[in-house]
T-cell receptor
Framework: NAGVTQTPKFQVLKTGQSMTLQCAQDMNHNSMYWYRQDPGMGLRLIYYSASEGTTDKGEVPNGYNVSRLNKREFSLRLESAAPSQTSVYFC??????????FGPGTRLTVL | QKEVEQNSGPLSVPEGAIASLNCTYSDRGSQSFFWYRQYSGKSPELIMFIYSNGDKEDGRFTAQLNKASQYVSLLIRDSQPSDSATYLCAVWPQGAQKLVFGQGTRLTINP
């Protein structure tokens, strides 16, 4: 099992560019999550999908959109990147109220 | 009041000593409790989970849960320099669809 995978690992964008961060899990988990983590800070939830076909906003959803493509895949899109979106992005998945597993992260820099 | 609170640290402990990390939570109906370790530049990884009041031991790690006091702790015995990391407490509130994380405590083990 690969667990939770994320692509790309690193990305540099210019202000105003768009991109999609991809996340996939092979653990048959129902719920998937996108977090951002700024230097020296805790995790902040951007969006989550409690089950296939549903998505909900987290603490910091502005400037992002998500798509739960199927049970395995949950993507995060930045339509018009801003320097404030420079961060490390983590995808995670879980079954119900059980352990949440994290992907390796995407380090994004917006110039 | 934050839903999950941790001492932000940093906490400095000499090698071989016991490191004690503490966490309080606000939702009295919470059922699942987790401790994650995060090395710098890496994603969070699960160390321990605990569901019932009392102690749960795994090697050098012991998780303690007191639901009446809404308190969960992590003890690391015989601390090693490799234990130096940020430790995240996470709680699953009753009826919630997402895990709630504390801000993390940075732990440094001094040789």
């Amino acid at each position: 099992n690969a667990g939770v995978t994320q692509t790309p690992k690193f990305q540099v964008l210019k202000t105003g560019q768009s991109m999609t961060l991809q996340c996939a899990q092979d653990m048959n988990h129902n719920s998937m999550y996108w977090y951002r983590q700024d230097p020296g800070m805790g995790l902040r939830l951007i969006y989550y999908s409690a089950s296939e076909g549903t998505t909900d906003k987290g603490e910091v959803p502005n400037g992002y959109n998500v798509s739960r493509l199927n049970k395995r895949e949950f993507s995060l899109r930045l339509e018009s990147a801003a320097p404030s979106q420079t961060s490390v992005y983590f995808c995670a998945s879980t079954v119900s109220t059980d352990t949440q597993y994290f992907g390796p992260g995407t380090r994004l820099t917006v110039l | 009041q934050k839903e999950v609170e941790q001492n932000s640290g940093p906490l400095s402990v000499p090698e071989g000593a016991i490191a004690s990390l503490n966490c309080t939570y606000s939702d009295r109906g919470s059922q699942s409790f987790f401790w994650y370790r995060q090395y710098s530049g890496k994603s969070p990884e699960l160390i321990m989970f605990i569901y019932s009041n009392g102690d749960k031991e795994d090697g050098r790690f012991t998780a303690q849960l007191n639901k009446a006091s809404q308190y969960v702790s992590l003890l690391i015995r015989d601390s090693q320099p490799s234990d130096s990391a940020t430790y995240l407490c996470a709680v699953w509130p009753q009826g919630a669809q997402k895990l709630v994380f504390g801000q993390g405590t940075r732990l440094t083990i001094n040789p």
